[in-house]
């Protein structure tokens, strides 16, 4: 499957278990709604966290795809820690 297609299944699949959600926090409580607004709420986690992976995985070869344009060598793969500037100590620390 096409990563836009992933995207789009983990947005559906969120919008889908929040419905869900609503649905069992308008009934009264009980062991049942509980058990469905527990399973409806792990699977929003669930479609988020895929759609956070997907978002994140679009801007990853997004990113390689400029590289590639501006003719760059490699990518780095790591944050460039070594150039960030550095967060002066206050004197005595």
Do not use: C
Not at 6 to 34: K, N, Q, V, Y
Not at 51 to 66: G, P
Request: net charge negative.
């Amino acid at each position: 499957m096409a990563l836009p297609k992933h995207l789009d299944d983990a947005a559906d699949r969120l919008h889908e278990a929040f419905a869900r959600i609503e649905d069992a926090r308008a009934r009264p409580t009980s062991p049942e709604s509980l058990r469905e607004w527990l399973n409806a709420l792990t699977d929003y986690s669930q479609a988020l966290m895929d759609l956070h992976e997907f978002s994140n995985e679009s801007v990853h070869e997004k990113l390689h795809m400029l590289s590639g344009l501006l003719k760059l060598q490699s990518f780095p793969e790591e944050p460039l820690r070594e150039m960030e500037p550095e967060v002066p100590q206050p004197p005595g620390s």
